[in-house]
């Protein structure tokens, strides 16, 4: 242990407050672009395709479906910075793509576990994907996009329910603690019997709001077997916006706050006039829906940069030992050697009840810290490097308020540090409290919780 440059610290934090923002907005677009060959489409996508593709500038993240075919044509007038790599055309591809304003890292792409023969969907392996997006610093939000099997008879209804079960386990373990967003094509309605059990039990088992709902009906969703709420396709010249809204799609967004970062308030648009050709038709046979959603970061709770690679099994204390209360830490171990091992930790709540936490492997050489009293973490940096065709953290070094150290593993070239945010927090200053990131045995993935805690 030894102490540290205070003019170091003092330059990590008016870094950081140059960046700082705890609050803002996010524009959301799901669309269908009926993206099958032209043989096969209901649509003209040879023709409408690139007429979609400048009109997604004004959204920050825009999940579409069915963008099969004519995927460089969506994506040639478009200028958003960051943009998942087409899985193919049809019956090879999933047709689910992201299109975003901002980084996001852990991208992938889940194949349904169960699919009807009818409506061709076994023929392209359909699913969904998920991706951690960094909305700004401190601002990650998990955006998943989706189509799930279609059609109305009764094994297009049970391949819909597993398939939104299977999604509700995976949110289960990907995004424990997390902010999450769920666009896509559900071919679903809460009017037929079965979706609309299937929609109850997604919504409850993740503690979602769907927007449409949530905005155009006032937090009162259609009941199961009443009259289909069926928009009008094409809408009629003048159809006003609550007109728009007042039919059901089966085309939703779900959102989900956490401890970390709270939706604050929220809008549901069906973007027909935004989409349509000279004519006034629309461009797909899919009506685009938005919502714009207002954000804001936790007073008490602050998810740093991880750093590592898309590894291991995901892990987030938010979800754990800092779902109630916010606790601080005690004594601190990390392990490595040639790379960071794991670590453990104890941690001291309110009520006077007392917690350990492990994560990673158990090998390596233990370096320990007890922290003094008024003594927090208040810095990691974290390095590193490939092993086994892999990025895996390699070593940690945590700094506290007095200046001491603790460390573990093996720096390289490549290391990243990270400070407690610079706004004030509620209910004490601020300080490690845990982590997030992935693991198995050794740790793969990094990043700081930081806590109003101290």
């Keep these: 242990?030894?102490?540290?440059?205070?003019?170091?610290?003092?330059?990590?934090?008016?870094?950081?407050?140059?960046?700082?923002q705890t609050q803002g907005t996010l524009s959301l677009l799901s669309y269908n672009v009926a993206g099958l060959p032209?043989?096969?489409s209901s649509g003209n996508p040879?023709?409408?395709?690139?007429?979609?593709?400048?009109?997604?500038?004004?959204y920050n993240i825009i999940n579409v479906q069915e963008d099969f075919n004519y995927h460089a044509a969506l994506?040639?007038?478009?200028?958003?910075a960051y943009r998942t790599p087409t899985s193919g055309g049809a019956a090879i591809g999933s047709g689910l793509n992201t299109l975003s304003d901002f980084p996001y890292i852990d991208y992938q792409r889940i194949a349904w576990n169960k699919c009807n023969l009818n409506s061709g969907d076994c023929l392209t392996p359909k699913g969904f994907t998920f991706m951690r997006v960094r909305v700004a610093d401190g601002a990650w939000i998990d955006v998943y996009n989706l189509h799930t099997d279609a059609g109305s008879d009764a094994g297009d209804i049970t391949a819909r329910a597993s398939n939104f079960a299977q999604l509700s386990t995976y949110i289960s373990t990907w995004s424990a603690g997390m902010p999450f967003v769920v666009m896509g094509d559900t071919n679903s309605r809460y009017s037929r019997t079965g979706d609309s059990e299937s929609l109850s039990t997604f919504i409850s088992s993740t503690k979602s709001t769907d927007m449409w709902v949530a905005n155009a009906r006032n937090g009162v969703a259609p009941l199961s077997g009443s009259a289909a709420l069926v928009c009008d396709f094409p809408f009629a010249a003048g159809t006003n916006p609550a007109q728009l809204v007042a039919c059901e799609v089966v085309d939703k967004i779900f959102i989900r706050s956490s401890p970390a970062l709270s939706f604050q308030s929220s809008t549901f648009t069906n973007e027909?006039?935004?989409?349509?050709?000279?004519?006034?038709?629309?461009?797909?046979d899919h009506y685009p829906i938005s919502t714009r959603l207002a954000w804001k970061l936790s007073s008490t709770i602050r998810l740093a940069d991880s750093v590592g690679g898309p590894h291991g099994n995901p892990f987030n204390d938010v979800a754990t030992t800092l779902s109630s209360t916010v606790p601080k830490i005690t004594t601190i171990t990390v392990r490595g050697g040639s790379r960071l091992d794991g670590v453990t930790y104890t941690l001291a709540y309110p009520?006077?009840?007392?917690?350990?936490v492990s994560h990673g492997g158990s090998g390596g050489t233990a370096a320990t810290i007890t922290l003094n009293t008024g003594e927090r973490i208040i810095q990691a940096n974290t390095c590193t490097g490939q092993y086994n065709d892999r990025t895996r953290v390699f070593s940690v070094s945590l700094l506290t308020s007095q200046g001491r150290t603790v460390s573990a593993g093996k720096t390289t070239s490549s290391c990243t540090?990270?400070?407690v945010p610079t706004s004030p927090g509620s209910g004490g200053a601020w300080?490690?409290?845990?982590?997030w990131g992935r693991d198995g045995d050794e740790v793969d993935r990094l990043g700081a919780v930081w806590g109003a805690a101290y």
């Design 1 to 20: 242990m030894f102490k540290f440059d205070a003019l170091v610290i003092c330059a990590v934090y008016l870094a950081s407050l140059a960046t700082a």
């Design 38 to 40: 032209d043989a096969l």
């Design 46 to 58: 040879s023709v409408n395709t690139p007429l979609i593709s400048p009109r997604l500038k004004p």
């Design 75 to 80: 994506y040639a007038s478009d200028s958003h």
């Design 272 to 284: 027909h006039y935004a989409f349509v050709d000279a004519a006034g038709a629309p461009l797909s």
């Design 351 to 356: 009520n006077g009840s007392t917690s350990t």
């Design 417 to 419: 540090t990270t400070a």
């Design 431 to 435: 300080g490690l409290v845990g982590f």
